[in-house]
């Protein structure tokens, strides 16, 4: 049973995701939804399904890029595909707890896997800001939503900053630490085993032979995202250029950091439809494109991570009681 605090998530993501498909549904020519859906060219779509799936597989390669040089992580691939899977059907993106519970069984330190989890979510979250800023400069935009953007930019740029500066200057962060917090022992001592864990998870980005790969593949995995979307166009008979790609990418990269149900339900959908609005893209086209994209995403990837489930003898029940024994461990 959840704790109230976890029920109460749970259950305002879920009630964001009905007010967004309500909003969705509300007014719009099902029959031209359905027709749209009719017209799929499946070959198009099977090349979008094929490159989000290699999108997937350049994350693990550069997932093993973000361990510190002596560690030998493996099933990396394995543990992001279940890692998807999990937060297709789980709630609150359980499926990061998976990921991790993939590889450390395998014998990667827990708060290790968990740090690098951290610098993945801060490098998607520079490749989104980036596409935003492009969106905000390139496209007009109303005042809220460029608000929206701005405010998301700056705490990516923020968090960005604090990776860079603990990487870079591990010790005089230290140093910083115990100034501003050595007149309460235990906040201090909380704080410290925090950053000195943080700073050991970093050790992949202090060095030129991991970083240089790891900004290479980044490039690559967002390349293979953008051509994905594009051709997901394609299949729906949307004749859109790229930058239309880079503008729905940007907003679902935005919505997917809001509360919500399982997989994203009426968050990717509604992220769609605005970011097609800005290139004249009718509703109801919109809104079949963006169920067309996500059942192209969810389905694929649920059903390998269902399967590598099996593969990996994970349970899971078990993989929750493995994370829970884990973060009650203090890290070394």
Same mark, same amino acid.
């Given at each position: 049973?959840?704790?109230?605090?976890?029920?109460?998530?749970?259950?305002?993501?879920?009630?964001?995701?009905?007010?967004?498909?309500?909003?969705?549904?509300?007014?719009?020519?099902?029959?031209?939804?359905?027709?749209?859906l009719a017209d799929t060219r499946w070959g198009w779509l099977s090349v979008s399904v094929a490159l989000n799936l290699v999108s997937?597989?350049?994350?693990?390669?550069?997932?093993?890029?973000?361990?510190?040089?002596?560690?030998?992580?493996?099933?990396?691939?394995?543990?992001?595909?279940?890692?998807?899977?999990?937060?297709?059907?789980?709630?609150?993106?359980?499926?990061?707890?998976?990921?991790?519970?993939?590889?450390?069984?395998?014998?990667?330190?827990?708060?290790?896997?968990?740090?690098?989890?951290?610098?993945?979510?801060?490098?998607?979250?520079?490749?989104?800001?980036?596409?935003?800023?492009?969106?905000?400069?390139?496209?007009?935009?109303?005042?809220?939503?460029?608000?929206?953007?701005?405010?998301? $930019?700056? *705490?990516?740029?923020?968090?960005?900053?604090?990776? @860079?500066?603990? =990487? /870079? #200057?591990? &010790?005089?962060?230290?140093?910083?630490?115990?100034?501003?917090?050595?007149?309460?022992?235990?906040?201090?001592?909380?704080?410290?085993?925090?950053?000195?864990?943080?700073?050991?998870?970093?050790?992949?980005?202090?060095?030129?032979?991991?970083?240089?790969?790891?900004?290479?593949?980044?490039?690559?995995?967002?390349?293979?995202?953008?051509?994905?979307?594009?051709?997901?166009?394609?299949?729906?008979?949307?004749?859109?250029?790229?930058?239309?790609?880079?503008?729905?990418?940007?907003?679902?990269?935005?919505? $997917?950091? *809001?509360?919500?149900?399982?997989?994203?339900?009426? @968050?990717?959908? =509604? /992220? #769609?439809? &605005?970011?097609?609005?800005?290139?004249?893209?009718?509703?109801?086209?919109?809104?079949?494109?963006?169920?067309?994209?996500?059942?192209?995403?969810?389905?694929?990837?649920?059903?390998?991570?269902?399967?590598?489930?099996?593969?990996?003898?994970?349970?899971?029940?078990?993989?929750?009681?493995?994370?829970?024994?884990?973060?009650?461990?203090?890290?070394?």
């Amino acid at each position: 049973m959840p704790s109230a605090g976890r029920l109460v998530k749970i259950l305002l993501g879920i009630a964001i995701s009905a007010a967004l498909l309500v909003w969705l549904f509300w007014n719009v020519d099902l029959r031209a939804v359905t027709a749209r859906l009719a017209d799929t060219r499946w070959g198009w779509l099977s090349v979008s399904v094929a490159l989000n799936l290699v999108s997937l597989w350049a994350r693990a390669v550069r997932w093993r890029y973000l361990f510190p040089q002596r560690a030998r992580p493996t099933h990396l691939f394995n543990a992001v595909m279940i890692g998807y899977m999990g937060n297709n059907l789980l709630p609150l993106r359980a499926g990061e707890v998976l990921r991790v519970y993939v590889v450390t069984r395998r014998g990667q330190p827990f708060w290790t896997t968990v740090t690098t989890l951290v610098v993945e979510r801060a490098l998607d979250g520079l490749a989104v800001g980036v596409v935003l800023a492009f969106v905000f400069f390139q496209i007009p935009t109303p005042r809220e939503v460029a608000w929206a953007l701005e405010v998301f $930019v700056g *705490l990516v740029v923020a968090t960005v900053i604090v990776l @860079v500066a603990i =990487a /870079a #200057t591990p &010790l005089p962060c230290r140093i910083l630490i115990h100034s501003l917090t050595y007149r309460w022992p235990g906040i201090e001592r909380r704080l410290l085993v925090v950053f000195d864990t943080m700073s050991a998870g970093l050790q992949g980005m202090r060095r030129p032979r991991q970083l240089l790969p790891t900004a290479l593949w980044s490039v690559a995995i967002w390349v293979v995202i953008v051509l994905s979307v594009w051709t997901g166009f394609r299949a729906a008979s949307l004749e859109l250029p790229m930058t239309a790609a880079l503008c729905v990418i940007a907003f679902i990269g935005l919505g $997917v950091s *809001l509360p919500s149900s399982p997989g994203f339900i009426g @968050v990717i959908q =509604a /992220a #769609t439809v &605005l970011g097609l609005s800005f290139f004249g893209v009718g509703k109801a086209d919109a809104l079949g494109f963006s169920l067309l994209l996500h059942a192209s995403q969810f389905v694929p990837v649920t059903l390998w991570g269902l399967l590598l489930l099996v593969v990996e003898h994970v349970s899971l029940a078990e993989a929750g009681r493995g994370a829970g024994l884990a973060v009650n461990v203090r890290p070394d």
